[in-house]
């Protein structure tokens, strides 16, 4: 699905990112990830080399300058830029009550400025392609008490979606998101995902997430764009 595409994973760990990775190698995609933990990213390499060509890069997405020189290096690597996602996250608890400024502005860092410094980073590299982000069912589809900084900061991400496809539209970059309920960090190449969980559970494995991404990045959903996808299996929906 993704043969001959150049691909970005801002934020690989061992999650959604690798599962991600992993699936864009075996749909043909040359991949470079993107995290600060350097020991990590050698070993998801490792573990994700014999599927195809992958690289990573070291870098700090969460300033405008660490996101242009992160972005820069996996263009030299990969030659182009076809897709980008950007995965990486936060999560903190608090109420209205407990929020504090470092709370509130360390969530808004990482889960909205940082997507948006790594996508203006790529769009200036990018003739055509696809975005995807990665926000969250919680804030622009669930509520959840307790969390305000967190739903605040994945309510903007997906609110700006439709703003970026919008400015992009003529360029041909589309724009998308997936907003996950709850997602599981025990990625592994080549198992048996599918039977680890069931329809409408309150967390998925990683490869569930990763296989909306895939058709997102590809030509078979070229026709849609600025929409932001829940996925959480139906968890939405259940009577509560
Ligand atoms: N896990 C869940 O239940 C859940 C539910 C809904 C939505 N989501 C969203 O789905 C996405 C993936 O979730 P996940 O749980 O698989 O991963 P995650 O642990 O939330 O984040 C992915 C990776 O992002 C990297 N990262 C964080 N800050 C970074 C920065 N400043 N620069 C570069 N990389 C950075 C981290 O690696 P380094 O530490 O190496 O940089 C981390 O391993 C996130 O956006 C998350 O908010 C997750």
Redesign the pocket.
């Known amino acids: 699905m993704l043969s001959g595409k150049r691909v970005i994973i801002?934020?690989?760990?061992?999650?959604?990112?690798?599962?991600t990775a992993y699936l864009a190698l075996i749909n043909g995609a040359s991949v470079v990830m993107?995290?600060?933990?350097?020991e990590?990213?050698r070993s998801l390499k490792a573990m994700l080399s014999k599927y195809g060509r992958v690289e990573a890069v070291?870098?700090?997405?969460?300033?405008m300058s660490?996101?242009e020189d992160?972005v820069k290096r996996a263009y030299g690597i990969l030659g182009g830029i076809d897709g980008v996602v950007?995965?990486?996250?936060?999560?903190t608890e608090a109420s209205i009550s407990e929020l504090t400024e470092d709370s509130l502005f360390n969530m808004l860092?990482?889960?909205l400025a940082?997507?948006l410094f790594t996508v203006k980073a790529a769009v200036q590299l990018m003739n055509r392609g696809s975005i995807v982000m990665?926000?969250?069912?919680?804030g622009p589809y669930l509520n959840w008490p307790n969390r305000v900084a967190?739903v605040a900061s994945?309510a903007a991400l997906s609110r700006v979606v439709e703003t970026l496809a919008s400015e992009l539209l003529s360029r041909g970059i589309r724009v998308n998101a997936?907003?996950?309920?709850?997602?599981?960090?025990d990625f592994r190449p080549e198992r048996d995902w599918r039977s680890t969980r069931s329809i409408g559970d309150s967390?998925a494995p990683?490869e569930d997430?990763a296989n909306i991404i895939i058709w997102l990045l590809s030509d078979q959903s070229e026709w849609v764009n600025g929409a932001v996808i829940p996925a959480d299996g139906g968890f939405r929906l259940r009577q509560r």
């Not at 993107?34 to 350097?38: D, F, I, K, L, Y």
């Not at 950007?86 to 999560?91: D, P």
């Not at 990665?134 to 919680?138: D, S």
């Open positions: 801002a934020g690989a760990g061992p999650g959604l990112g690798s599962a993107v995290a600060r933990n350097e990590r990213l070291k870098g700090d997405l969460s300033t660490g996101a992160a950007t995965v990486l996250g936060g999560y860092r990482v889960n940082a997507h990665v926000t969250a069912i919680w967190y994945k997936v907003a996950p309920g709850g997602i599981r960090r967390s990683p997430i």
